[in-house]
C-alpha cells in the first residue's frame, strides 16, 4: 500500500517499529499506540511512529540492562558448579538471551538443592523463590522481565518432536553435562498474574538405595529378595516427592535386574525408560480396573501402584498377588502398622493379606545432628531399655554453633525393612489379636534408628518418639 502524506500503513509500522502486526495491534488496543482507521485499515501518523520508536528503544534498553544484570547474578552463582553450562548469548536474539537465563536459573536451583521453584507475580515484576526444605527468595525481576519469563516457561513443556526433552503435559527433561533433572510445571492464575511452580525430579537415573538411605545389607537385602517371588509388598509413604523417588528407585533396581517391571502412577511425574509406565486418568481414558489387567497380562515380574484409592483397587492387589505376580504398593500412612490398618479399612479379607504380605519398608525422616558442636552425653536409663541397650555412653544433644544455628544439619531418611514372618501374618490374620507388632529383625527401623543414636547422628530424643 502506497504511503498517505503524512502516515505509516500497518506494513510499513511493523517495518519501523521492528514489531508484529499481532504486537502493533495488541498496543493499539491497549491505546499505547495511537492508530487511527481509513479505509477499513489501520494507519499512524508518522510523529506517532516516530514517537514510539523511541519508547520501544527505551523499553528495550531497559530490558537489555535487565538481562545483563541477571545473567550476571546467576553466573557468578552457578560459580560454585563445576557441572554447570554456560553460553555465551551476549550477541544473540533477546528469546536466546532469556532461555539462557532461564537455563541458569534451573540450574542454580539444582545446585541449591531445590525442589520447587517458584515465580510469583508482584504489583511490578515476578519473585523468584526456592523451597530447599523452607521458602527463601532468591531474586525480585523487573516488570520488564514478566512477560519473556512466562513466555520462556511456557515453552518449557511444550511437545515437540524435534524436541525430545519435552515429555508432554507440563513434564520436561533437562540436562547439563553429567547432571540434570526432570521438571513439572503447573501455571496458576493469580489476580496479578500468572504465578509458575516447577517442581524439580533430580535424575534419579544413577540414585542407588543406599544414596537414598538405606544401609547396605538393606540394599542388598531388597535387591536379592525381592521382586523373584508373589506376594505384597507395602512402602510408607505420604506422597511428598522423596517417597515418590523411594518407589521409582526400587522399581528401577528390579528392572536393572532384568525383571519386567510395570508400574501404575494415578499421575505419572517421572518418566523412566527402565518401566513401563501407565497413567491411570480420573476422567477419560480407561479405569483402573483395564489398565490393571493390562498390567497383568504383560506377564510382568512386578507390578508398582503409586497408591491405594477404594476397596476395588485394595482387592485388585490380591487378585494380582495370586496371579502370581509381586505387588509393590505405596500406603499414605505414618507407619506399618497404620499402613496394614489402612488395607484391612478397605474390608478385604485377613487371612488374604496374611498369607500374601511379603514384607515392606516403613521410613522415618531424622533431623541430623550437627556434628561441629554436638555434645556428647550419656544415655538415660529410661532410654537405654527403650532402645533396648546395655550401654551407651556417647550419645549427641544438640547445641547450636555459627555453622548451624539451632544444632542440626539437615535431615535424613532412616528406612526399616520389614520382613514378613508366619508370626506376622498370623498377626495380621487374627482379628482378635490386639498386641504390638511381633517383635522384628535386624533391619528394622528400630535398630536403624538405635544405630543412628549410638552413630551420633540423631537424638535418642527423636528417635524415641519415632519407635511405636
Ligand atoms: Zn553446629
Redesign the pocket.
Known amino acids: 500500500m502506497a504511503q498517505q502524506q503524512g502516515f505509516f500503513s500497518l506494513d510499513e509500522a511493523v517495518d519501523k517499529l521492528g514489531l508484529s502486526r499481532p504486537e502493533i495491534y495488541r498496543r493499539v488496543q491497549d491505546e499505547a499506540l495511537k492508530g487511527e482507521k481509513s479505509d477499513r485499515c489501520l494507519r499512524f501518523a508518522v510523529e506517532e511512529i516516530e514517537r514510539y520508536a523511541a519508547v520501544l528503544e527505551q523499553e528495550r534498553d531497559l530490558l537489555q540492562k535487565s538481562i545483563d544484570r541477571w545473567l550476571a547474578f546467576f553466573a557468578e552463582r552457578l560459580a560454585d558448579y563445576p557441572w554447570a553450562v554456560i553460553e555465551d548469548v551476549a550477541d544473540k536474539p533477546v528469546t536466546e538471551q532469556m532461555a539462557e537465563l532461564g537455563e541458569r536459573i534451573l540450574q542454580d536451583a539444582l545446585g541449591e538443592g531445590a525442589q520447587d521453584v517458584y515465580f510469583d507475580p508482584l504489583d511490578a515484576g515476578l519473585r523468584l523463590l526456592y523451597s530447599v526444605g523452607r521458602c527463601q527468595e532468591v531474586a525480585r525481576f523487573d516488570a520488564c522481565l514478566t512477560e519473556p519469563l512466562g513466555t520462556w516457561l511456557k515453552g518449557l513443556t511444550v511437545l515437540e518432536e524435534t524436541v525430545p526433552e519435552r515429555l508432554g503435559e507440563g513434564l520436561a527433561r533437562k540436562t547439563w553435562g553429567e547432571t540434570g533433572c526432570q521438571l513439572r510445571l503447573t501455571e496458576v492464575p493469580t489476580t496479578l498474574g500468572s504465578h509458575f511452580h516447577l517442581h524439580l525430579f533430580t535424575d534419579y537415573e544413577g540414585t542407588s538405595l543406599e544414596d537414598l538411605g538405606y544401609m547396605p545389607e538393606q540394599a542388598e537385602c531388597l535387591r536379592r529378595e525381592f521382586g523373584a517371588r508373589p506376594g505384597l509388598f507395602l512402602l510408607i509413604g505420604s506422597g511428598v516427592p522423596e517417597d515418590e523417588r523411594n518407589r521409582l528407585v526400587l522399581a528401577r533396581n528390579w528392572a536393572d535386574a532384568g525383571r519386567l517391571v510395570v508400574c501404575l502412577d494415578h499421575r505419572i511425574r517421572y518418566r523412566a525408560e527402565q518401566l513401563v509406565q501407565l497413567e491411570l486418568r480420573d476422567e477419560a481414558g480407561p479405569d483402573f480396573k483395564t489398565l490393571w489387567q493390562a498390567a497383568l497380562d504383560m506377564s510382568p515380574d512386578v507390578v508398582v501402584l503409586d497408591e491405594v484409592r477404594d476397596a476395588d483397587q485394595a482387592q485388585a492387589l490380591l487378585e494380582g498377588v495370586q496371579s502370581g505376580t509381586m505387588v509393590l504398593v505405596q500406603v499414605r500412612a505414618g507407619n506399618m502398622i497404620e499402613a496394614v490398618q489402612k488395607l484391612l479399612d478397605f474390608e478385604i479379607d485377613r487371612a488374604a493379606l496374611g498369607r500374601a504380605l511379603l514384607g515392606g519398608v516403613d521410613k522415618a525422616v531424622v533431623r541430623r545432628?550437627?556434628?561441629?558442636?554436638?555434645r556428647r552425653r550419656p544415655l538415660r536409663d529410661d532410654e537405654l531399655a527403650r532402645l533396648g541397650l546395655a550401654v551407651g555412653d556417647g550419645v549427641g544433644t544438640?547445641?547450636?554453633?555459627?555453622?548451624?544455628?539451632?544444632?542440626?544439619?539437615g535431615r535424613r531418611s532412616v528406612y526399616g525393612l520389614w520382613l514378613a514372618d508366619t508370626e506376622l501374618a498370623a498377626w495380621v490374620a487374627d482379628p482378635q489379636i490386639d498386641s504390638p507388632l511381633p517383635p522384628i529383625g535386624p533391619e528394622s527401623l528400630t535398630e536403624v534408628l538405635r544405630r543412628a543414636v549410638l552413630d551420633g547422628e540423631a537424638t535418642p530424643e527423636e528417635a524415641l518418639a519415632l519407635l511405636p
Open positions: 545432628l550437627c556434628p561441629q558442636c554436638a544438640p547445641v547450636g554453633c555459627s555453622a548451624c544455628g539451632d544444632g542440626y544439619v
